[in-house]
């Protein structure tokens, strides 16, 4: 199972906002035992979409404001609402808001949509790894992994280097 759960990101202003999507398709893995019958995608994928969503709004606001390249960890889900079942077929919107932007940490507002219809709202904050000063967790080799995954999966998601 592949862990992006964004397909593409259609806006992105650093410090302020991004917006982009996630087209739910049928042969979701999870969709066999979520449910037989009655597909749903959990709660928690959808989350974890914002999640992702967010995330790559706090990289690119840290690189531009300050050139680091950092790694945002998802550090808590407040506040989270789920008030629409996402169902096969179903794009899912993501719309992220930047509320504070920090040094070492981060808090964005979070809408998940289908159809113009809210799905699920949260406020996600993030604890920030700097991928070239954490030596007490990464060696050489992971940062340059690291860097390379976060580099593809930029071109991926915006069609252009990052």
Known sequence: MRFILIDHIETLEPGKRITGFKQIREDED???????????VPGVLVLESLAQLGGRLVEATIKEQTGRRVLPMLGKAEQAKFVRAVRPGDRLD????????????????????????????????????????????????????????????WRELRGRQS
């Open 94 to 153: 993501l719309v992220c808001e930047a509320i504070a932007i920090g040094e070492g940490a981060a808090r964005v507002n979070g809408t998940a949509t289908v159809g113009g219809r809210r799905a699920c709202t949260a406020t996600i904050m993030y604890a920030m790894i700097d991928v070239q000063q954490a030596g007490e967790q990464l060696d050489p080799a992971q940062t340059a992994q690291l860097h390379a995954w976060s580099d593809r999966v």
């Open 30 to 40: 999870y969709f066999a035992d979520h449910f037989p019958g009655f597909p749903v």
